[in-house]
DNA sequence: TCGCTCAACTGGTATAGACCAGCTTGACGA
DNA sequence: TCGTCAAGCTGGTCTATACCAGTTGAGCGA
């Protein structure tokens, strides 16, 4: 949208380290997915300390522009993956949409009983049954979220029995006729922290964003809450209303 | 949501200083708007340097738990505003709402061409008329986002006379008799840079979260698009739909 | 050919200082 | 009483260095 308009040397030195490969990812120099010269080099090359050329970075990691892969390095971040929340498509109908390469792994199915927090959201019992069901997602090879499902057994007997490597969405339509109505929706930014951050593989304190969404079907009854875990640079919402 | 597990003296010292620091607001012996002691205090009753106690600060300010003002010190974040972008309310009404105390500067009002940019979101052509009004707005004191507004003077003549530290929505409703319709809404996290990191009093590179909202009336005809650009730590978003 | 080991590399964490710029506060003077 | 100004505080930026932990890839041996 807007672009800085400071370009003077009174900016601090890591400002202007991060204008500088900046410009290099706009233009092109620095492709999508592309791995920076270790941080070491950088600092050389700048004529400064790994201290000042990680804060550098750090800013464009922020801004979305670069990520890290833990012990491996800094990479040029690949464009946002539009995510339309509201809507039922399933994740790699839509990535596979958008040019990219989707895949899932199932962390877990753990049948479990209803906490407080979670009678609260869904309108259950605390105690009730619940399955959890935890899954990672990948975009052309790389982590972009984990995902906690929680699952009403009532309204769908044996789920844990089915494969989650595909689409959940499908399953819930083609096994049990659902039609999910009601969708309440929440997101907010927020830093990630274990387990999620080492499950997706980052660091502990990577930006993120929490999205949770709560499905009931056309009779008002809760058929699944999911909690999203994204990397912050993987995504942009967008919701259409009315 | 879910707690870290970790207590172990095996964790990262930074790590160790967050945990305790966020245990303390939890438990509420530092409450929100309290001001931490300083970066150097906090060091040494930690035993550690400031750049160790720095990176446990700038955890928590991820995880939202924190925030600084410029250069006065490092402050506990106050819950996060319930923001419903699909809805017409005023933000001063569910600021208000929410037990908290809205105030909103006005920036500017800029008549203008429309950009290229513009034109691809609004459907305007490049070079019309379009007036940019910018916005900051407050929460308890604390800004917490600025906003750019490009209203369309030829749905809503002599836009740039009235007073624009009132709600714009009733603005529209009371003056030209708009009834917002179709509303497309985009968000990502991103990090804020300037100008708008200087409007709102942060450091370049604070985390923030950046929403559009372009909005028509019932003939489809464009009324508004919004840019806001908000700290990351001040609101959770909520849709609801069908 | 295949698998393993190990050295060399990566970023992650941490110390110990330094100076600067903006904010706050209190003493002082009009 | 009120405004001014300087001292002392705050975080913001930066240097120089060290060791640790996980990844990678080259080379060796079976």
């Not at 969405?169 to 929706?185: A, G, H, N, P």
């Amino acid at each position: 949208m807007q672009e800085r308009e400071c370009g003077e040397s009174a900016a601090p030195l890591y400002l202007r380290v991060r204008d500088q490969l900046a410009s290099q990812i706009e233009e092109g120099s620095l492709a999508p997915n592309t791995r920076l010269p270790s941080e070491r080099i950088l600092a050389e090359e700048y004529g400064t300390t790994r201290v000042t050329a990680r804060l550098a970075l750090a800013q464009l990691e922020r801004e979305g522009r670069l990520f890290r892969s833990n012990r491996r390095g800094w990479f040029v971040s690949p464009p946002r993956l539009i995510y339309k929340p509201a809507h039922d498509y399933s994740f790699s109908d839509y990535v596979t949409a958008q040019g990219r390469a989707p895949e899932t792994d199932t962390l877990g199915v753990t049948p479990m009983e209803v906490s407080p927090w979670l009678a609260a959201k869904t309108g259950l019992s605390v105690g009730d049954p619940i399955v959890l069901l935890r899954r990672r997602r990948l975009i052309d090879g790389r982590p972009v979220l984990v995902e906690n499902i929680y699952l009403n057994p009532k309204r769908l007997p044996n789920i844990e029995t089915y494969d989650f490597n595909r689409s959940l969405w499908k399953l819930l339509r083609e096994k049990y006729d659902v039609e999910l109505r009601q969708k309440r929706i929440e997101m907010y930014p927020t830093a990630l922290v274990d387990p999620q951050a080492s499950d997706i593989g980052v660091t502990v304190g990577t930006a993120g964003l929490y999205v949770t969404r709560c499905s009931r079907d056309a009779d008002g009854c809760f058929v699944e809450l999911d909690e999203e875990f994204w990397l912050h640079d993987a995504l942009s919402i967008q919701v259409d209303v009315d």
